[in-house]
């Protein structure tokens, strides 16, 4: 194999690829990654992340792969026969709690959706099995993620259409047009009461990665990388300047929702 960045010391003394290093910036365009599949450079992509918070960890990569290839590689080589008649259906169902769990997430601030975020690629998965159970209920072409199309299957005939175009926009964080399950996971976390004020301080503590006992902007700007957006971070800030987000401020943007 090959390392993405710093190949030797020599590269240490170039500014351009120490600086590629710093902001993880990397692609997948020679030819030896012609042979890698899409999931397999979007993984590599998850282990790549600037920011330890938001990076994956082995945990995360195994459910990954249980969610995104097992399914492709055991997928039986005929369909699956129906459920016998008056069986209970196999398919997990987005309850209304979830649902209004989803709406709202699109309308948190921007420091908050970060703060779940942070949060679904950190905490113990432990006691999530019914969550990926549904996120894998949802992905119908087993691609790993959910399209627009396989939610609108899901909520078809109990919201509009523009309501289910709304509610996947703000699911999808990173505006790929595919809700990950992280993604799926963030914006599910309140509905199931996950935000645990101990599960907050740890969320915290990794935004706070020089443990200064605030979240600077630098802390923000080091969270983005290249996705920093100076407009974004000073709604996160909000209105704090260079001053910091301390916990206690930290606390009150997670229960209302708001600015800080």
Same mark, same amino acid.
């Given at each position: 194999? &090959?390392?993405?960045?710093?190949?030797?010391? $020599?590269?240490?003394?170039?500014? $351009?690829?120490?600086?590629?290093?710093?902001?993880? #910036?990397?692609?997948?365009?020679? @030819?030896?990654?012609?042979?890698?599949?899409?999931?397999?450079?979007?993984?590599?992509?998850?282990?790549?992340?600037? +920011?330890?918070?938001?990076?994956?960890?082995?945990?995360?990569?195994?459910? +990954?792969?249980? %969610? &995104?290839?097992? /399914?492709?590689?055991?997928?039986? $080589?005929?369909?699956?026969? /129906? /459920?016998?008649?008056?069986?209970?259906?196999?398919?997990?169902?987005?309850?209304?709690? !979830?649902?209004?769990?989803?709406?709202?997430?699109?309308?948190?601030?921007?420091?908050?959706?970060?703060?779940? !975020?942070?949060?679904?690629?950190?905490?113990?998965?432990?006691?999530?099995?019914?969550?990926?159970?549904?996120?894998?209920?949802?992905?119908? %072409?087993? @691609?790993?993620?959910?399209?627009? *199309?396989?939610?609108?299957?899901?909520?078809?005939?109990?919201?509009?259409?523009?309501?289910?175009?709304?509610?996947?926009?703000?699911?999808?964080?990173? #505006?790929?047009? #595919?809700? +990950?399950?992280?993604?799926?996971?963030? $914006?599910?976390?309140? &509905?199931?009461?996950?935000?645990?004020? @101990?599960?907050?301080?740890?969320?915290?503590?990794? !935004?706070?990665?020089?443990?200064?006992?605030?979240?600077?902007?630098?802390?923000?700007?080091?969270?983005?990388?290249?996705?920093?957006?100076?407009?974004?971070?000073?709604?996160?800030?909000?209105?704090? *300047?260079?001053?910091?987000?301390?916990?206690?401020?930290?606390?009150?943007?997670? @229960?209302?929702?708001?600015?800080?």
């Amino acid at each position: 194999g &090959s390392v993405p960045f710093l190949k030797d010391e $020599a590269d240490l003394k170039d500014p $351009a690829k120490v600086e590629r290093l710093k902001k993880a #910036q990397y692609n997948f365009k020679t @030819e030896k990654w012609r042979q890698v599949t899409k999931g397999g450079r979007e993984l590599i992509s998850y282990c790549l992340r600037a +920011h330890p918070g938001s990076r994956y960890t082995a945990r995360d990569c195994l459910t +990954h792969l249980r %969610n &995104s290839w097992l /399914p492709l590689t055991s997928a039986p $080589a005929s369909p699956p026969s /129906p /459920p016998a008649a008056g069986a209970p259906s196999r398919r997990k169902r987005i309850d209304s709690v !979830m649902l209004t769990g989803f709406r709202n997430f699109s309308e948190f601030s921007a420091l908050k959706r970060k703060v779940l !975020m942070t949060m679904a690629y950190t905490m113990d998965k432990e006691g999530m099995e019914d969550l990926e159970d549904l996120f894998v209920s949802l992905d119908t %072409n087993n @691609e790993g993620t959910i399209s627009v *199309g396989e939610l609108r299957k899901a909520l078809e005939g109990r919201v509009g259409e523009e309501e289910i175009s709304d509610t996947f926009r703000g699911m999808d964080y990173d #505006q790929s047009g #595919q809700i +990950h399950y992280k993604e799926f996971l963030a $914006a599910a976390l309140e &509905s199931r009461n996950l935000v645990t004020e @101990e599960r907050l301080l740890e969320a915290f503590d990794r !935004m706070d990665s020089d443990n200064t006992g605030l979240i600077s902007r630098e802390n923000l700007r080091g969270m983005m990388g290249k996705d920093w957006d100076e407009n974004v971070v000073n709604e996160m800030m909000g209105g704090k *300047g260079d001053e910091g987000i301390d916990f206690r401020t930290f606390l009150r943007v997670m @229960e209302e929702g708001g600015g800080a």
